[in-house]
């Protein structure tokens, strides 16, 4: 067949098949690849950029720090010329906030996505996964009020029960805080578990969605019960998602500022890695000393504890896409 029986049609009267220049789709290639190569490489080049500005902002307070910035729990910066600063309580009622949030949260949130996408009828599975994807809107001041003016009153009696029978274990002793008041790491726990369940559940039930059919159909032909189907066939399916959207939830809860600034009782140590110890997280740390940001050293200080924030959320993110990563070609 020749080019000019390609470019007409069979009457010769309108053309079948127009024959576009080869060079100008490469270069349309090349210009789409490079677009899109900047955009991929945008929030690169925004993080490397915030982690020098914070890291150059941290190095002067940290040559004057008076204190071993990682093991000490002081945190003193009154006097800009004697600066005692350290990460060891923000380190952990950060990590134990945000771990027991996610505990609580990742099996209800990953039962609710199972429901949804399993078990629930469609004229109930849109509107109830729309009612717990608008908590996502709820505001973080929101949560902090309900928190400690609701729900800490009603989790009293179980952190007494806790208390009282399971002592002995250092996650439930007595903390540096009243049980009554409710200001404590298990009650900021359970406040961002609410705040997280909302993406939790959103990206597993986007994932579990995604099963193939067939191999649902195969164990059903197969004999296996519903929730069979669920375990050898959605659950397995699902893992490397759930994994992901866990980590997007406890990026959430790390970071989060102005819910646990209200619940969590300031503390003078916190360093007991008790549940019902107070104290503040980096951000509420950082939050409750905006004010304060005048001069450069103490200001520093501050920077500092956001720069190990910043490394902190950036090693549980990598850690997750490994494990993520390996589940997946496992």
Request: no cysteine.
């Given at each position: 067949m020749t080019r000019g029986a390609i470019a007409t049609s069979s009457t010769g009267a309108q053309p079948a098949l127009k024959v576009t220049d080869p060079h100008k789709a490469h270069r349309g290639d090349r210009l789409f690849k490079l677009v899109a190569a900047a955009a991929g490489s945008t929030i690169v080049i925004a993080i490397g950029l915030i982690a020098i500005f914070l890291l150059v902002r941290a190095i002067p307070?940290?040559?004057a720090n008076h204190a071993n910035f990682f093991t000490s729990a002081e945190f003193n910066t009154t006097k800009a010329d004697h600066l005692a600063f350290g990460i060891r309580d923000l380190f952990m009622v950060t990590v134990l906030s945000s771990l027991s949030a996610l505990l609580v949260a990742v099996?209800?949130?990953v039962g609710i996505a199972i429901f949804l996408t399993q078990y629930a009828p469609?004229?109930?599975a849109?509107?109830?996964?729309?009612?717990?994807d608008l908590l996502a809107a709820v505001p973080s001041i929101i949560f902090g009020l309900w928190g400690i003016f609701v729900l800490a009153p009603k989790l009293e009696p179980i952190a007494v029960f806790l208390n009282r029978n399971l002592g002995w274990?250092?996650?439930?002793k007595q903390g540096n805080v009243s049980l009554a008041g409710g200001g404590t790491i298990f009650t900021a726990g359970i406040v961002l578990s609410v705040m997280i369940l909302p993406i939790i559940t959103s990206v597993s039930r986007e994932v579990f969605r995604q099963t193939p059919p067939i191999q649902m159909e195969a164990a059903q032909a197969l004999g296996a019960t519903k929730w069979e189907v669920v375990r050898m066939t959605v659950l397995p399916f699902g893992r490397s998602g759930v994994i992901a959207a866990s980590m997007l939830g406890l990026g959430r809860a790390l970071g989060e500022t102005v819910a646990v600034l209200i619940i969590l009782r300031s503390a003078a140590r916190a360093g007991n890695w008790s549940l019902f110890d107070g104290g503040y997280t980096f951000a509420s740390k950082i939050a409750s000393a905006a004010a304060e940001f005048s001069e450069p050293l103490p200001t520093g200080a501050y920077i500092s504890a956001g720069f190990a924030l910043f490394v902190l959320t950036f090693i549980v993110n990598a850690t997750?896409?490994?494990?993520a990563g390996g589940k997946v070609n496992g």
């Open positions: 307070a940290l040559r099996p209800i949130a469609k004229r109930l849109r509107p109830f996964g729309a009612m717990v274990f250092f996650l439930f997750a896409r490994a494990i």
